[in-house]
C-alpha cells in the first residue's frame, strides 16, 4: 500500500512540476529564427556609383549621416508620374535633411527629360535624378520589379523600409512617422 | 498544332533537359525551410506529404521524395513523364491501365482535358452527394492542380527556351516593359495580322507573348513559400519566388537568397555537383536550421515503423517461447524479447522527444499523437510492472498493446502529422495539463484492461491459484485508482479549459460525455467491489471491459462529428471500432461463461 501512495504523490508532483513548467511557458507556434532575429532593418544599404542628369558623379554611400530614399520610377509608369511632383515638394522642404535618389527605368534619357520638362518645376539639389536604362540599380541590386517603389535608408546607410507602389502622403504623414524619427538616431559616421 | 502545345508547355514549364534525378546527390538540400500550411518545415516534409497525397506512398519506385521535389522544380519538363498520380480505373478515363496504377502529369493533362465537362458539372455540385467514383476524379482534379503549382514554382530562374540563349525570366524582365511598349507600336501601326508584320517585329511580338503566357500562368503561385520575409527578426510571412514580381516583396537580401537558387538550379541543370553542395550551404548559412535537420532526420528513420518491428518481434519472440520446451531456449527467446522492447519503447520515446522538440510543444495535440503518447504510457507501464516483478507476462502485455496501438498511428501516417493546430488547441499551458492528464488516463485505463483480461485468462488456466488472483486484484485495484485520479483531474482541467474558450465549463459535449463516461464507469466499478455490490470476478470483468469504454470515448466520439471538439472528427475508422467492440465483448463473454461454469464443476 505504501508503494501505491508513493506512485500516486510522485505522479501528482510530476503533474503539479508539469503544469507549473507549463505555465511559465507562453503559447508558441512552431518556431523558427532567423539568424538576425534581433534586426529591425533589412541591414546595410547596397552602395553604387551614378551619375545624374545634370552630370554630378557620386556613390549612394556619399549620403549617409542623413535619410536617403531611393526611389524607382519611369516615366511610362502612371502613377510614378502622379507621384513624382510630391517628392519634388519634399525634398524641397527638407532640404537640408533629406536626400532623395530617384532612379529611372526609362530606356532613353530623353524620356526623362521630356518628362522633367512637361513638369516645369525647379529640382531641388537634394533630389538626383539618375538614368539606370539596363536596369541594374533596379533590379540587379534593389529587386525592384513593380514601380514606383522606394527604399528609406536610414543615416546609417541601413535599409529601413520600403514603400510599395504609390504614396500619397510623402510630405506629412511619411515625414513625421518614418523620416524624421531617423535625424535623432545616433549614426556611425 | 503540336508543336504549338509543345512550345507553349515549355514555356510555361520552363526550359527542357534531360537530366536525372539520381544524378545529383541532393544532400543538405532537403532540409531548406518553406512555409507550408502555418508551418516552417523542411522541403523533405512537404515532398514527402505530397508524394503521398499523390501516390498514396512514402516514396516513389525510383526517387525519393526529395529527388521527386527537385526535379519538379528544377527540371519541370522531365518531372511531367515520372508517374506519381494513384488513379483507379485509370481504363474508364481512357488511359492505359499499368500494374502500379501510377500515372504521369502528361497522362493526368489527358484525363482532366476529357474529364473537364464531368469535373465542371460535379463541382457545381455539392461534396457530400458525389459517389466514390466521382470523389476520386475531384481528388485527380485537385492532385494536377497542386502538382501545376509545384512545376512552376521556380520558372521565374529557370532558363527559358527562348532562344540559343540561357536567360531566365527574371532577365527577360529587364526589357518586358519595352518589348510591350514595342508591340502596341507595332499593333498600332499594323493591326493584329501577323503577316503584315517584318520578321523582327514578329520576333518582338512573339518574345513579349511568351513572357505574358509565363507570367500569368506562374505569377498566382504561391504555394512554395521558401522566402522568410527579411523584415522580420522572426518571420511569419514567407513567400514564394513569384510574389517579388506580383507583390512587390523584393529587396536586395531576398534577391540575394533567390539567386542562390538560381545557381542550385543552374548546377542541377549542368549536373554540378560542386556549385550545388556550394549553393545549398549558402542557403542553409540563412537560417539556424536545427529544428530542420531534426525534422528531416525523423523523416529519414520513421520510428513509428522502428517501434512497431521491434514490438512485433517481443511479441513473436514471447509467442514461440510459450511453445519451446527447453528452458534454455525459452530463457534466450524471453531475453529477446525483453531486449526489443525496451528498445521498442526507447523508439517510441524518441519519436515523441523528437515531436516536442521540432513542434515546441507538449507531445498530444491530435489524434495520432495521442495514440503514441497511449503507446508509450502503457510500455513504461509494463516495462515498471516487468522491473517490479521480472515476469515476462508484463513484456508479453505491454508488447499486444504496442503492436495494436502503432498499427493504430500508422494509419494516420499518410496525413500532415505535424499540422498546424487548430487556435483553440494552440495553448501549451492546457496541452501540457488537460491533455497530457487525459491521456496518460486513457493509457493506465488501457493497462488495467489488459491486466484484467489477463487475469481472466489465468482463472481458466490455473482456478486454483488464489494467490496470483488476490496479488493481481491489489495490482488492479491500484491502476483503477490511478486511472480514475488521472482521467478525473483531466476530465474537471478540460472543463476549465472550455471555460475559457468557449464560455462554459460543461456543455453535455459528446467528447465530454465520453470522458465522463469512462469516470463514472471507473467510479462505479471502485465503488461497486468496496460495497460487495460485485465480486472479485465482476470487478475483473468491468475493468477488463474498460478497453471498449476507452476506444469508445477515444475514437468512437469523434465519428459522430457533433459538438465544439471538431478538431478532433474524424472518419473511415467506424467498422474498424465495430469490430474491436464486438470482438472485446465476445471474448469477455466467452471467459466469463467459461470461469463461471469451471466454477460451477
Redesign the interface.
Known sequence: MKI?LI??VV?CLI?AG??Y???N????????????????T??D??DFKYTTLSGEEKNLKDHAGKPILLHFW?S?CAPCIIEFPELIKLARTYQNDLTIVAVS?D?NIGDIENFLGKLKQKIPSNLKIIHDG??IIT????????LP?T?LINPNFQ?QK?Y??PQSKWEHTIWDKDIRPLLTIETNQ | MIRFFTMLFMIIMGTASTVRAADIDLGNWSSL?ILYE???EPLDSFARLHVKKFSGRESLPQLSASEWLALNLFDPTTAVNIPVFKIRDAAQYGLTENKKRLYSYTALVQLIQNQQTTINQLLEINAEDWTPEQQHLVEIYEHYILNTQILRSLTLILPLSIGDNEESF?DF??TQ??LQ?KVQNIVSRKGANLENYTDKEKEISFLSYQLSLLENSAAQNVLLRII?D???????NWFAPWS??R??T??????EY?IIWRDMAEAYRTQNQELWDYSVQDAQ????NS?LKIETLYNKINLTNVSLFLFSMALIFLVISSFMKSSKINKTLNYAATINFGLGTLSLLTLISMRIY?????PVGTLYESILFVALICALGFLFMFWRSKNTTAILLGSISGVILMTAARGFVGDDT?G?LVAVL????W???HV??ITMGYGTCLIASLMAQKDLWMRIRQPQNLNFQKQSLRHLK?IV??SL??TT?GTILGGIWADQSWGRFWGWDPKENGALLIVLWLAWIIHSKISNHISDLGYVMGTAYLSVIIVLAWFGVNLLNVGLHSYGFISGVAKGIVVFCVFQTLLLAFLWRFIRKKRTA
Open positions: 501505491n506512485i500516486i505522479l503533474g508539469w503544469m513548467a507549463s505555465y511557458n507562453a503559447p508558441k507556434t512552431p518556431s523558427y529564427q532567423n539568424k538576425n532575429a534581433d534586426i529591425r533589412l541591414g544599404a547596397v519611369a511610362w527605368s530606356t539596363d536596369k533590379q540587379d541590386l534593389y529587386a525592384t520589379f513593380k517603389e527604399y535599409i520600403k510599395i507602389g | 525551410p502555418g508551418r516552417v527574371l524582365r529587364k516593359n519595352d511598349r522568410p527579411q523584415w522580420d527578426g522572426a518571420p511569419t517579388i514580381i507583390d512587390g523584393g529587396d536586395p537580401k531576398t534577391l533567390i548559412a540563412y537560417f539556424n529544428k521540432i513542434l515546441n510543444r507538449p505535424m498546424t494552440n495553448t501549451n499551458f496541452l501540457g495539463t497530457l492528464c491500484t485508482i490511478i485520479l488521472l483531474i
